[in-house]
């Protein structure tokens, strides 16, 4: 498990995301697969918070050992969309609740 701190401590990953391009696939909220494009090679992925703090797993070597890898960077491009989405979606619903009815 690697803490996810900022973007800052995760700019390498970042960057060879960019260059990679890899394919993201949502598998559950907060669990994804991310695929090599050009191995085939593909890991899970596996995001949790814990007392408030941001965690995420991966299945590759790097991640195994606890540190950071582009797979973490890429899915987490993907998880902070459909947090972004779902957080929309879910304050949509609520202005269209009202409790007095």
């Known amino acids: 498990m690697v803490k996810l701190i900022s973007a800052e401590k995760m700019s390498r990953a970042i ?3 960019r260059a990679a391009k890899p394919f993201v696939r949502v598998v559950a909220f907060r669990q994804y697969t991310v695929t090599n494009r050009q191995t085939g090679a593909t890991y899970n992925v596996t995001f949790e918070v814990k007392h ?3 965690f995420a797993a991966c299945t590759c070597k790097a991640g195994e050992n606890g540190q950071n890898c582009y797979h973490v960077a890429a899915a987490a491009g993907a998880h902070v969309m ?3 989405a779902l957080a929309e ?3 949509h619903l609520a ?3 009202d409790p007095r009815d």
């Open 89 to 91: 979606r879910d304050n």
């Open 82 to 84: 459909i947090a972004a």
């Open 95 to 97: 202005d269209l609740y």
């Open 15 to 17: 960057d060879k995301t």
């Open 52 to 54: 408030g703090e941001r």
